[in-house]
């Protein structure tokens, strides 16, 4: 990113005027995009794939509240198959990715998205990012809430509106109705957790949460709101980031910064003042994630007596032929719904009780298997093979080394997280799994630091940083032997963070 994007920003306001450069571009082809406007079309879900000479793009799809339908996942898979080289990934924010691109490509793209009511806009960019909403949001017994259309709200007030096109740096939002499962907020910007006080339904407000090479958890505003209030709180804290987050920086410009300077405290007298003009009710924090960093994989009952059929891809990377069928399925099978998870998962919900066999065989056959294993808790992130800033090679390793793995560590009885990055940036959050890898160049040679037993669960920590560094061809022997001496040594049903 150019040293002036400060500047570039206000020139060039992103959502105002990018997109029409970007449809002049897409005449003359990637040559004739000016040098330093190519990062503004990250407002816009793009980025140059690496190597930058070659000219090929990669584009997020945001997706709203992490569900779709058939024909939105099929077109999604022909979007990949006509232009994308037939490669999909399925991203921890729950949006989809494709690689390949050209600069032509991309307004029959737009076309094609707008047209199932999805958009790239926000994917990318100093502005808020796709707004994470529980994978079970109305499924689950055990929600608080349901938060599908509060997923919704934040997410049309915030995507793409041009008050939120120059904040600092990019912005996460997430909600859940079920924070017992779900930890997700306390590596978010700003996140919701549902929960009760006094037999009134609320959320508890967390600010300032964010991994890159500094890793800060989330803290909580200690605030209790109402369902009503959460757009309007949402807006209030955006705002207060927008005027008051640093930007002399980038690397000091995410919110946790200005909440490690001033304090959550502080932080919410400005929100109350200046943005609310009223006090928000004080309130008590919301039961901590129980499992966090686990993701919802398996068959589960819902709450209206059908099922939930959560599937595990590999390091998030699917086939638009296998998206074309898992469409099928969900039509056949469920309510034409298909969801995506923040672990690079996906899950099929609304299957009716006796359809469960057939689905799970069909799901069987596309290797989308509803198993709790290690490869539904791996996540990886792009790595050299497509990211500039990469140091190491992430997808193909991490499934090699869960293919190798995975048969060896069936029997474990806990679910054992594993996440890996190409860099320090964190894109697939390397603190806070019980096995965490970031990859760096060591004399020449790529490698991992190892970070053991974070946890975004009951533990909520970042992991211990270990002296010295796996090279990169042992990732896999490494971690055998981790889990081995883990297996061999802990308690019946005790968690890696507990060991
Ligand atoms: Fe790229 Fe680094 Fe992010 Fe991985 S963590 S996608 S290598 S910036």
């Known amino acids: 990113m150019s040293a002036n994007i400060e500047e570039l920003k206000k020139q060039h306001p992103p959502f105002e005027v990018v997109l029409g450069y970007m449809h002049e571009w897409a005449k003359v ?47 999604i898979a022909g979007i990949a198959e006509d232009y994308g080289r037939d490669f999909l990934d399925v ?8 690689h390949w691109l050209t600069i032509q490509d991309v307004p029959d793209i737009y076309n094609r998205l707008d047209a199932v009511g999805l958009t790239a806009k926000g994917a990318c960019g100093d502005t808020v990012r796709a707004v994470i909403s529980s994978p079970v949001a109305g499924l689950d017994a055990r929600e608080v809430i349901d938060v599908n259309d509060l997923a919704n709200e934040i997410h049309h007030h915030f995507s793409g509106n041009v008050e939120y096109q120059d904040l600092p740096r990019k912005y996460k939002v997430s909600i859940t109705g079920l924070p017992e499962q779900e930890g997700i907020h306390l590596i978010n910007d700003l996140g919701f957790l549902a929960h009760k006080v006094n037999g009134e339904v609320g959320f508890d407000v967390w600010v300032g949460g964010g991994l890159g090479a500094q890793a800060h958890l989330a803290k909580r505003l200690g605030v209790f709101i109402k369902p009503e209030e959460v757009l309007e709180v949402a807006v209030a804290i955006t705002r207060a980031y927008r005027d008051h987050g640093f930007r002399q920086n980038r690397k000091k410009s995410r919110l946790k910064y200005l909440i490690q300077d001033i304090g959550a405290e502080r932080f919410r007298e400005i929100v109350e003042t200046e943005y609310l003009n009223r006090k928000l009710t004080d309130g008590p924090a919301a039961p901590v994630a129980r499992f966090g960093g686990v993701d919802f994989v398996g068959v589960q009952k819902q709450k ?44 099929v919900p609304h299957i009716k009780p006796e359809f469960i066999d057939q689905a799970i065989e069909e799901l069987r056959q596309l290797d989308l298997a509803p198993n709790l294993t290690l490869r539904a808790t791996t996540i990886a992130c792009t790595g050299t093979q497509f990211c500039r800033l990469a140091l190491t090679e992430t997808k193909a390793r991490t499934a090699a080394a869960i293919d190798y793995l995975e048969p060896r560590f069936l029997d474990l009885d806990v679910p054992i997280t594993i996440n890996l990055t190409g860099c320090s940036n964190a894109c697939t959050r390397y603190q806070v799994a019980d096995l965490g890898f970031m990859g760096a160049n060591f004399s020449g040679q790529e490698v991992y630091n190892v970070h053991l037993a974070g946890s975004l669960g009951e533990a909520q920590r970042t992991g211990a940083k270990l002296k010295g560094r796996v090279p990169a061809e042992q990732l896999h022997i490494y971690t055998e032997r981790v889990l081995n001496f883990f297996k061999k040594n802990k308690a019946p049903n005790e968690s890696f963070v507990q060991f």
């Open 29 to 75: 082809g990637y040559e004739g995009i000016p040098a330093d406007l190519v990062d503004l079309m990250k407002w816009h879900g793009i980025y140059p794939q690496r190597p930058q000479e070659d000219g090929f793009l990669m584009m997020r799809v945001k997706i709203q509240k992490g569900a779709v339908n058939g024909n939105t996942l099929r077109t």
């Open 91 to 98: 991203t921890d924010r729950q949006a989809f990715q494709f």
């Open 304 to 347: 209206d007596g059908n099922y939930y059929i959560g599937v595990a891809t590999t390091v998030g990377r699917i086939t638009p032929a296998k998206a074309r069928l898992l469409a099928d399925i969900a039509e056949k099978y469920g309510a034409d719904e298909i969801r995506t998870t923040p672990y690079q998962n996906l899950l």
